[in-house]
């Protein structure tokens, strides 16, 4: 008998029709001996609605009384779905946040798991009840509701599994599993079978947008063997575990991020120390920055370029030329219609005929190279958005045709 | 600087615009120097959305998973409220049923309140913030979520108050206060100043639909002060108290319910526990009998009439005709289209002439008597339904003009 956690996000069940297939899926589940522990997220729009709301009555309400609000979305999820697991006719109960024992700590609307009391969760369990958990939500030291933030049903789930050293933690969402490559914009891509840690994490923050890296994270802290797959199909997905097996393939995935910007302070004084006065003001506003250059200039002066979102450009420039005078570079430009491109896996940094092949297949698409940063196992670079689908594609067929 | 009880119901807080009116009244309350605890409801349609959401999925959905999700309804109104609060720049923090320590049985749906732990509230008071306190739940021995059905909300309201001894409970609704009848169908009706809880308790049964009567049951208990005003505007309300002064006027309002239907059984042998038989045998499935009339009958048979809501009859009709082996009744008939109306004030018992006034105004407006029943502080007749507007007008200006 295996114990299994289930994870839904707000797709899989955004309607009573869907509510009812993951019902089927999950009876299927402990039908087959397994006990089953199913975290769920709000339905759909409801999250938004709920925000909608209450920007209507204070769009600057607190964010302990807007966690208050959110946390309404799971707790009608679960009582849906334990509804409809009962009509299947399987014992089950639904927990919220703080039935489930969550504990956090006291951030509001960004919350972190501190510890989960899991007296209730086993004592249902050891009765042969399916487990309906709220995702998103737990409790702080004074007994108030907060909620986790972005990526909180999949980093809930994943907390889960930990703390009851479940067998396996399965993420449902509306794909296959991982791919090499988005199989909308490039049509050689396929599915791999497994994928280490890592690699994950690299393809999740390189917008894959299939498991959020805080749950990965989390899953790799305490090895919780992670399965990503459709909820609308029955296909094995990915695997996400501890080493994947040395494989003669060494990238394993290629994304596009088309969510930044690029920043560039030109003819900045060469003095030590600028880098840091210029990051740790943009850090301070809330401002997350991603690539980072600086070139290494003519002596006296260089150039420092970046990217951020793109939702972040405008207040990231108005902040930038606000402290030009202590920065007191010549000139600060800036461009919107950039995408990231990066290639992803294991020991790359080892390989530097992987950096020369990117570039090779980019040089035959003819796709100019904006900017290049690379890690233990990703490289990206920063190309014009009208080319990154292309982009995509070349460097997918070099790499990763079968 | 006194301690006040708001509550407020789902037609107060139904859309943005009220709730921002709500906090104004609060924060009023508030800046005048007193405590003050706010009861909300859930919003306008929202727990019959619920109910729909659910009936889609399980028609027959647990009651415990049922309280879960209707549990989320008054969530949503409390944070609401707390940050049309907070927009209105006063201190303030919602809680849940839980968090405010509303300890029930556990009888999911319809629970009743056992102790409420003051602590977190206390405390919160304590540091002078207005707490929005969601009505209608609370948690039981397995910290699950539990409801108190029909009337719950005002009943958190009045339990609260009771615990805190708070110096009045004010409960807020869309009527001015307690009116002498229904000034929609009897123009000279007008607001009473204060009633006793014995008066309330009638008419809140009998129809008059301002106060539930488990709440008002609950205020009489533990001598908690109700006011009932209106939301909308700032007109002194009603007081329901301890005792009323004693004061000349004898009748206090007059109420009518069309909710209700006749049964009778003709013909019923005239033995000993026939009237046990038949009561017993409803009461089991679950119909509520209200008035009920014996007649002496000619000493071999007698005639048993009651009536129950008008919802109950078929199901009545149908238990009694399977049954009848058992009664044995010559026949068995029923009447849909009948009104009961009444007159409640305390002391009318003692006053036979109230009984003779009732029965003379009806009979100068040329309306029948069907059947007529009588308590401590109250006389009901039933007539049909088309004059039952006319026979309210009847009684309230003959007792009641001013």
Redesign the interface.
Known sequence: MALIVQKYGGTSVRD?ER??NVARRVTEAYKAGNNVIVVVSAQGDTTDD?IE??A???P???K???D??L??GE??S???L???I??LGCPV??L?GW?AGFRTDSKYSNARIKTIDTE?INMEIDRRRIVVVAGFQGINRY???TTLGRGGSDTSAVAIAAALHADVCEIYTDVDGVYTADPRICKNAYKLDDISYEEMLELASLGANVLHNRSVEMAKKYSVKLSVRSSLNTNEGTYVKEVSKVEKMLVRGVTRDNDCARISLCGVENTPGKAFQVFDMIAKSGISVDLIIQSIGNGKTKDISFTVAESQLDIALKLLEEHNSVINAEKITSEKDVSKVSIVGAGMVNNSGVAAGMFEALYDAHINIKMIATSEIKISVLVDQKDAERAVSAIHDKFLSK
Chains 1, 2 share one sequence.
């Open positions: 009573a509510v009812m709920l709301k209450a209507e009555i204070n600057r309400a607190s302990r009384e807007m208050m609000l946390a309404t707790q009608i679960i009582s849906l334990a509804m409809a009962e009509r109960i639904s919220t039935q209730r007994d108030d509701i």
